[in-house]
């Protein structure tokens, strides 16, 4: 069974390029643009991994963290976090709130997909 | 007669107001310096005649013989041979503004107002018998001629009523003119050197007409006056001294010859003459009196009242014309002294009495709203009719009938009390305030208890028995008796024991007692007045209200002097404007101008009172005033640096804060283009990485893979221009490029480009192309910027099913232009932000950078007018108004 990977992000354009990076490496890939129903959607189906943006629709990436931290069923989840605004205050604000991995856009896919096998490496 | 003496005194009297009219005219003309010769000066000091010297002089004579002498050689002996006093007094009284004998006496013992009242009162008692006097002897006078009728005492009484109404109704209109009582009274001054030359002419002409007319030359005279009784009296060398002593002490004490000899005074100088022309003038007064008195003995019926033998001699000759003369001389006698008396007086009662009592009644003090003036004035004027009138209260209580001259000793016994503490305060430094006040107390009580009171007869005040066998039968007690020393004259006796308590009293109480430094300091000034010209200096550097100061100056002085002073002080200190600094120099000559009206301690108390605190300094302490005025300004000068330094400290504070906000904002818009610009190229990264790595990727994947590349370069080079497009405008970089157009050509332009931006959105907009007729003289190029971004905006936006935008245009006296949709419209929160940079209209992915509507705020700006989001109307809205110079009407 193929792992699973959770994608929070807005930009049309950014959902469609990882998710064809990750579905190349056979993972399979659950997106969503909206920040407010993200936890609802974690809570339903727990993914191997989520890919989070900051700048989000409704809620902000920092708080969808957080509160996955304080739930036993997340607490531990392996999160990924992207963001476009790349000062180190940023970096700290995501540490802050429980973040396992955070990288800055743009990016290089192959260190967002190195990334992603790191993480889900150590959970398995 | 009677009604011929009635109009020549009135019209004696109108000529006296004439006189003082004309005076007082020409010195307000400046050509007063011969109104104020020496001789004037002499002539005024002749209200120490009176009608008892012109009257009664002759009838002393005829009871005691050459005794009248001893009246006129007291003053003599003073302006001869104590010239030096008066000269002291004179200076004393220039230098500290003295109005009155009690301001003297209050003004030397510390300004005590006690002691200031205490003379008052005793002025006024002492001056009581002496105006009985005069109004006795012009009831008299009238009298003579009432031809052959015996007046009753009823008839008398309203013969002296109308006297007494007559002077004080005289008084007041001749001597309430000016306020400042230390001002010279021209007027009043003249018309009594007018009194004097017409009481001497009128004497003089009857004693010429005895010895030439009646008794055939000089040596007749002379036989005659060896035959009569008088060449036969006895001289009593104590009563002689006694009276000698008495008179010269009375001269320095009495109020109305203080008003002329210090009040009055011009020049010291003046003294110099008057110490010889005076003494003349006296010689001159006596020389008939013994003439007349032994004529009138001889030719008279045996009764007849000696003192009226001025009158009564030539009228016995039927040489009416002469009688009427000698009339005048009487009544000017009796006018100039009433005149000058009731001035003095109501002078010392209205700044000691009234004054201080309405200041600490009337509420709130020297500051109470009201002229200060009218009611100086009104005190003043009720002050002469009370005086005038107690005058005739003894008169009736009295009887009327005594000799005139020992009515006169009453009132000189009771007035020499003053000396002690007047000689003792100008010579001696150690007389102190607690001295003088026991030394009046005892004088005035033993005064009025061996003199006064026994004078109105008695059983008036005293019972009977009190004279014969002593209050409650102490024998030592009896009045005229007082220590069981009976022997001597009651008058000799009366002075003796007032005298010698008071001034025992005095120099006892002053050797016990310790002046408080404001005493020290009047003493030193007073005693020590020929080295002293500056005045003391009383007032320590307290800041006064020089506002407060120049009100209350207002009040008494009068606006234009008080303005005048302080001007005049001002510019003497080198500032501008009116109001100078309250240096104690000033405060010390405020004193002493506001003292010329209100009196020495009145003046000192309000002065005080607006100051803040009657405490004084002595000179000693001056040194302690200076440093405390030098740290006064050094503390000023720190508060000016401290105060100046808060403002700068304020200023920093505010730039820095300025500082940190652009900073805050300057941080918080980097970081916003740093997203803006970083979304974009993390897509052209992921996919070109994509299309550079993938091998065998399908070609319509490539297709659309450099697609959406090229559309994320497209946007990103929108965002940078859009970018620089808002940095020149928000610099104020941009030129306007004005030209003339249409407005529905803009429109059409507008819509046209924001149609062919977008796919697919279908948005119906509807225009009312009439209302768009209006030509425009504007950058036509940014007007349609703005409007394909409104219309863009709506067509991006609209989440209407059936999206449409109306363009709604109102001319009035702007151009309005209003563009309004039918989808849900901006969130009320939103709606406050929407103008500000990279704020989105929503929340919903559209590709927006969010700087747009900044932009086209920023362009109608510059342009003139204004862009504002429409409230209530639906969907979303917005209105552009541009101002009337650009749009013209269409034709």
Do not use: M
């Given at each position: 069974m193929s792992k699973r990977v959770m994608l929070i992000e807005d930009e049309p354009n950014i959902i469609e390029a990882i998710s064809f990076i990750l579905s190349r490496e056979g993972l399979s890939v659950e997106t969503h643009s909206d920040g407010t129903t993200a936890n609802d959607k974690l809570r339903a189906s727990t993914p191997d991994l989520l890919i989070l943006d900051v700048m989000l629709p409704g809620k902000s990436g920092y708080d969808i963290l957080r509160e996955l931290r304080e739930e036993a069923g997340t607490a531990d989840l392996p999160v990924l976090m992207l963001t476009a605004r790349g000062q180190s205050r940023d970096r700290e604000m995501a540490e802050r709130a429980g973040v396992s991995a955070f990288m800055t856009k743009p990016f290089s896919n192959t260190e967002m997909l190195e990334q992603v096998r790191a993480l889900m490496a150590e959970t398995s | 007669m009677l009604n011929t003496l009635v109009f020549v005194g009135s019209a004696y009297a109108l000529f006296l107001f004439a006189v003082a009219f004309a005076a007082e005219r020409a010195a307000m003309r400046g050509q007063a310096r011969w109104l104020r010769s020496p001789i004037v000066y002499t002539l005024s000091l002749s209200i120490y005649c009176t009608a008892w010297t012109f009257y009664g002089a002759?009838?002393?004579?005829?009871?005691?013989?050459?005794?009248?002498?001893?009246?006129?050689?007291?003053?003599?002996?003073?302006?001869?041979?104590?010239?030096?006093?008066?000269?002291?007094?004179?200076?004393?009284?220039?230098?500290?503004?003295?109005?009155?004998?009690?301001?003297?006496?209050?003004?030397?013992?510390?300004?005590?107002?006690?002691?200031?009242v205490g003379v008052t009162i005793l002025a006024v008692v002492g001056t009581t018998p002496y105006i009985a006097l005069q109004l006795q002897s012009v009831t008299l006078s009238f009298e003579v001629f009432g031809v052959g009728d015996i007046a009753t005492g009823e008839e008398q009484g309203h013969t002296a009523l109308w006297v007494a109404a007559g002077l004080a109704l005289f008084t007041v209109i001749f001597g309430t003119r000016n306020l400042d009582a230390n001002e010279r009274h021209n007027g009043v001054v003249m018309a009594i050197a007018v009194e004097a030359v017409v009481k001497l002419a009128a004497l003089l002409a009857v004693g010429v007409f005895v010895v030439w007319g009646l008794s055939g030359g000089v040596s007749g005279t002379l036989e005659k006056i060896d035959a009569s009784s008088l060449g036969q009296w006895q001289i009593d060398g104590g009563r002689w001294v006694g009276l000698m002593m008495l008179s010269a002490a009375a001269f320095l004490c009495l109020p109305r010859i203080f008003q002329v000899l210090v009040v009055e005074n011009e020049n010291e100088t003046h003294l110099r003459t008057a110490s010889w022309a005076f003494p003349l003038y006296l010689g001159l007064m006596s020389l008939f009196v013994v003439p007349i008195a032994v004529i009138g003995l001889e030719m008279l019926p045996e009764g007849s009242n000696p003192d009226l033998f001025v009158l009564t001699v030539p009228l016995s000759q039927g040489r009416d014309g002469l009688a009427v003369l000698s009339f005048l001389g009487g009544f000017s006698s009796a006018t100039s002294m009433v005149i000058v008396a009731a001035i003095a007086l109501s002078t010392m009662v209205s700044n000691h009495v009234v004054m201080p009592l309405w200041l600490r009644y009337a509420g709130g003090g020297a500051k109470v709203s009201g002229d200060v003036r009218g009611v100086v004035l009104l005190a003043r004027r009720l002050s002469i009719i009370g005086v005038v009138m107690l005058g005739y209260l003894y008169y009736r209580l009295s009887g009327g009938g005594a000799a005139l001259a020992s009515i006169g000793l009453v009132s000189f016994a009771g007035l020499a009390q003053i000396l002690p503490a007047m000689l003792g305060g100008i010579f001696w430094r150690g007389a102190s305030r607690l001295g003088a006040l026991v030394g009046l107390t005892?004088?005035?009580?033993?005064?009025?208890?061996?003199?006064?009171?026994?004078?109105?007869?008695?059983?008036?005040?005293?019972?009977?028995?009190?004279?014969?066998?002593?209050?409650?039968?102490?024998?030592?007690?009896?009045?005229?008796?007082?220590?069981?020393?009976?022997?001597?004259?009651?008058?000799?006796?009366?002075?003796?024991?007032?005298?010698?308590?008071?001034?025992?009293?005095?120099?006892?109480?002053?050797?016990?007692?310790?002046?408080?430094?404001?005493?020290?300091?009047?003493?030193?000034?007073?005693?020590?007045?020929?080295?002293?010209?500056?005045?003391?200096r009383s007032w320590t550097g307290r800041v006064a209200q020089a506002e407060d100061l120049m009100i209350m100056a207002q009040r008494i002085l009068g606006a234009r002097d008080a303005q005048r002073l302080f001007e005049r002080e001002a510019r003497r200190q080198g500032m501008a404007g009116t109001l100078p600094a309250p240096t104690p120099n000033f405060l010390e000559t405020l004193e002493r101008e506001l003292a010329g009206s209100v009196g020495a301690a009145t003046a000192h108390a309000m002065v005080g009172q607006i100051v803040g605190g009657m405490s004084v300094s002595v000179e000693d302490l001056m040194a302690v005033a200076d440093e405390t005025a030098q740290l006064m300004e050094y503390s000023a000068r720190l508060e000016a640096q401290s105060q100046e330094l808060a403002r700068t400290a304020a200023q920093l504070r505010e730039a820095n804060a300025k500082l940190t906000r652009l900073s805050v904002q300057k941080d918080a818009f980097l970081s916003q283009i740093s997203h803006e610009l970083r979304t974009p190229m993390t897509s052209i990264r992921a996919f070109s990485e994509i299309l550079r790595d993938t091998t065998g990727l399908a070609p319509e994947d490539q297709h659309k893979y450099s697609s959406i590349i090229h559309d994320e370069a497209i946007r990103l080079t929108r965002l940078l221009d859009d970018l620089l497009?808002?940095?020149?405008?928000?610099?104020?970089?941009?030129?306007?490029?004005?030209?003339?157009?249409?407005?529905?050509?803009?429109?059409?332009?507008?819509?046209?480009?924001?149609?062919?931006?977008?796919?697919?959105?279908?948005?119906?907009?509807?225009?009312?192309?009439?209302?768009?007729?209006?030509?425009?003289?504007?950058?036509?190029?940014?007007?349609?910027?703005?409007?394909?971004?409104?219309?863009?905006?709506?067509?991006?936006?609209?989440?209407?099913?059936?999206?449409?935008?109306?363009?709604?245009?109102?001319?009035?006296?702007?151009?309005?232009?209003?563009?309004?949709?039918?989808?849900?419209?901006?969130?009320?929160?939103?709606?406050?932000v929407i103008f500000e940079k990279f704020s989105r209209v929503s929340d919903q992915k559209a590709g927006g950078a969010g700087l747009g509507l900044a932009i086209c705020r920023q362009i109608v700006t510059r342009l003139g007018g204004e862009i504002s989001y429409l409230k209530g109307q639906g969907g979303a809205a917005f209105r552009v108004v541009l101002p009337a110079d650009i749009a013209m009407a269409a034709e």
């Open positions: - | 002759v009838g002393s004579a005829v009871r005691s013989g050459f005794e009248y002498l001893t009246i006129y050689l007291g003053p003599s002996l003073v302006l001869i041979g104590w010239w030096w006093i008066l000269r002291k007094l004179v200076r004393i009284g220039r230098s500290q503004r003295i109005t009155s004998v009690a301001d003297l006496i209050s003004s030397r013992y510390g300004k005590s107002n006690l002691l200031a005892l004088g005035f009580g033993c005064w009025g208890y061996t003199l006064f009171l026994p004078s109105f007869g008695a059983g008036v005040f005293l019972p009977e028995s009190w004279s014969t066998v002593g209050p409650f039968g102490i024998g030592w007690l009896r009045p005229h008796a007082l220590f069981g020393i009976d022997a001597i004259d009651p008058l000799l006796h009366a002075v003796f024991w007032s005298l010698a308590l008071n001034t025992g009293g005095f120099v006892l109480a002053s050797l016990a007692s310790f002046p408080g430094p404001l005493e020290r300091l009047q003493g030193a000034q007073f005693v020590n007045v020929f080295e002293h010209s500056a005045a003391p497009d808002l940095s020149v405008l928000e610099n104020g970089q941009v030129n306007l490029n004005l030209r003339e157009g249409l407005l529905s050509d803009v429109l059409d332009r507008a819509v046209a480009a924001a149609a062919a931006d977008e796919h697919g959105a279908r948005l119906r907009i509807s225009r009312d192309p009439a209302a768009e007729q209006v030509w425009l003289n504007t950058d036509l190029d940014r007007l349609s910027q703005v409007f394909i971004n409104l219309v863009a905006n709506a067509r991006k936006y609209c989440d209407a099913a059936r999206p449409a935008l109306e363009i709604r245009v109102h001319s009035s006296d702007r151009l309005v232009i209003d563009f309004v949709d039918n989808g849900t419209g901006i969130s009320p929160e939103a709606q406050d």
